[in-house]
């Protein structure tokens, strides 16, 4: 089997032949809480997940200025929104806090960075990739900076056109990237999904491992992916799809994420490597049931 699809990606490796790497996407669904991001952790764990994900920005420089200073009603009470995303975002102490933490369940974790100061925070701590956000994908300035780090980069796709996607790889460069197919709708319809995205990004890009960042509500259509080659895949995960934030009604609770890590391993499994033939368990059988012995 050739190498040039697998990648290295914290315990183990990634790519064909080896099990789909499943992450837990935490994002900013713990609230600003760390008690939250724990239990999030332990759930991903519990369930089989590879690694969880986080955000991380530097809230002066994703928050556009004219934002800062607009009002909003927050679970912690009406506040300006320069204000809000400092509220739910963790800093060094929380970060040190999960890292530990992860290590001590035996679970990866790493985070999407939005600008080139977040690269730098993350390089802190010895994660085993970034994430390029779909939202980020245009943003050159960043690409550069996580293409310097030499770590693994996983790319999201969503609400991009192929031009933008390919000028993307060429400024990551295809040796060492991940690719996700993603529609950035929260929560996506299953009519604008267009899982056959997969295949044909396995076609463009023949050198880089696909995998599928979903949307979605409900499991099916991210074990489709899985079906179709998807060698990553990433959903959001939450304690509770009814808590407050844009990401929750997207996100999979821990009983579902315990359901979709097992059904993807069952998939696994049952895709096979493609070579037909006669199974020992099919010689009973045979025995029994082929009233015309075979000649050839």
């Not at 400024?171 to 990237?177: A, C, E, K, M, T």
Request: glycine share 8%; charged share 25%; aromatic share 6%.
């Amino acid at each position: 089997m050739s190498d040039h699809r697998l990648r290295t990606l914290g315990r183990r490796s990634l790519g064909p032949g080896q099990p789909v790497y499943v992450t837990g996407e935490i994002g900013i669904n713990h609230n600003g809480d760390l008690d939250k991001a724990v239990a999030l952790i332990d759930a991903a764990a519990e369930a089989g997940c590879d690694a969880v994900k986080f955000q991380k920005r530097t809230p002066e420089i994703c928050t556009p200025r004219d934002q800062w200073d607009v009002e909003r009603d927050t679970p912690w009470g009406r506040m300006t929104y320069i204000d809000y995303r400092h509220r739910v975002e963790f800093g060094e102490d929380e970060y040190r806090a999960i890292d530990a933490h992860c290590r001590e369940r035996g679970i990866d974790w790493f985070a999407s960075p939005w600008d080139t100061e977040a690269v730098a925070f993350l390089e802190k701590f010895d994660v085993p990739a970034h994430k390029v956000a779909s939202a980020s994908l245009t943003d050159d300035e960043l690409l550069r900076a996580l293409r310097a780090t030499g770590r693994t980069v996983i790319l999201s796709t969503g609400m991009s056109t192929p031009r933008q996607i390919r000028h993307a790889v060429e400024v990551l460069g295809s040796d060492n990237i991940v690719m996700c197919h993603a529609t950035s709708t929260y929560p996506a319809v299953p009519e604008e999904l267009n899982l056959k995205v997969i295949q044909s990004l396995h076609q463009e890009y023949p050198n880089v491992p696909i995998g599928y960042s979903g949307h979605e509500t409900g499991l099916q259509t991210t074990l489709a992916a899985v079906a179709l080659g998807a060698v990553f895949v990433e959903r959001h995960i939450t304690l509770d799809r009814a808590l407050w934030g844009s990401d929750q009604a997207a996100s999979v609770e821990p009983q579902g994420l315990v359901r979709l890590v097992r059904d993807i391993r069952t998939i696994e499994a049952a895709l096979g490597d493609g070579v037909k033939k006669v199974y020992d368990s099919e010689l009973g059988p045979m025995k029994k049931l082929r009233r015309v012995a075979a000649t050839v």
